[in-house]
């Protein structure tokens, strides 16, 4: 576990950095999970407002957001489970969402569109 202890060590600028480079990992095995790892340093961030460069690929990555609290800004695509169990953020997608988790207490924008909740 010492690895996730040290995950606070990266700014939410390393972390944009991180995302823009994933395209050419993915043909690789459970790629699709790269999403957690994502929400982790997302998470353990200092900062507040976190921007994931996915472009396309993102449409390939499930749980980005997992158990977020923070802003999340996607400039790009999300796989499955977008927002699980997400404790009181806010994820803004600019591309597509192939499909959102359970147990969000947050908001889920595309684009400019509240998404979820669908009744606030």
């Known amino acids: 576990m010492l690895a996730v202890e040290s995950l606070d060590e990266y700014s939410a600028k390393d972390v944009e950095e991180f995302s823009k480079n994933l395209k050419k990992f993915e043909n690789k095995k459970n790629f699709e999970k790269t999403g957690l790892f994502l929400s982790a340093l997302a998470n353990l961030s200092p900062s507040d407002k976190i921007i994931l460069k996915l472009g396309d690929v993102g ?40 499909s959102l988790g359970k147990n969000i207490e947050g908001r889920i924008y595309r684009e400019d569109k509240l998404i979820y909740p669908l009744w606030v």
Not at 75 to 90: I, S, V
């Open 59 to 98: 449409w390939k990555i499930n749980y980005i957001g997992y158990k977020n609290q923070k802003t999340l800004i996607i400039e790009g695509d999300c796989g499955d489970f977008t927002g699980l169990n997400m404790n009181d953020g806010e994820i803004r997608v600019s591309g597509k969402i192939k």
